[in-house]
């Protein structure tokens, strides 16, 4: 499987950016999805988690309310809309992909970008 992310970029605080992460090569609505992100100097955190038929949606506290994660099954993809975006949103965002319900991701795309300027 192939993920990959993009979207990302510099944005003002208070902005918005939508992020997308394209799969290939497996049945992408048999997985579950998930955004993470990765701060410079800091420990990858999650983000956000969609499941297959998108009718469970979880949010980290600090984005709930302000980031939206959606899926296309039929495009194969899956997007995060950021609203509201804070410095400290600063990262690079990966997508994950897992087949399982439970345990590690199986599957990661390189990662995108997002810088937000206050």
């Known amino acids: 499987v192939q993920l990959q992310a993009f979207g990302g970029g510099l944005v003002q605080a208070g902005g918005s950016l939508r992020l997308s992460c394209a799969a290939s090569?497996?049945?992408?609505?048999?997985?579950?999805m998930s955004w993470f992100r990765q701060a410079p100097g800091k420990e990858r955190e999650f983000v956000a988690r969609i499941s297959r038929s998108a009718s469970i949606t979880t949010y980290a506290d600090s984005v709930k309310g302000r980031f939206t994660i959606s899926r296309d099954n039929a495009k194969n993809t899956v997007y995060l809309q950021m609203n509201s975006l804070k410095p400290e949103d600063t990262a690079v965002y990966y997508c994950?992909?897992?087949?399982?319900?439970?345990?590690?991701?199986?599957?990661w795309g390189h990662g995108t970008l997002v810088t937000v300027s206050s």
């Open positions: 090569g497996r049945t992408f609505s048999n997985s579950h």
């Open positions: 994950g992909a897992r087949y399982s319900d439970t345990g590690l991701y199986d599957y």
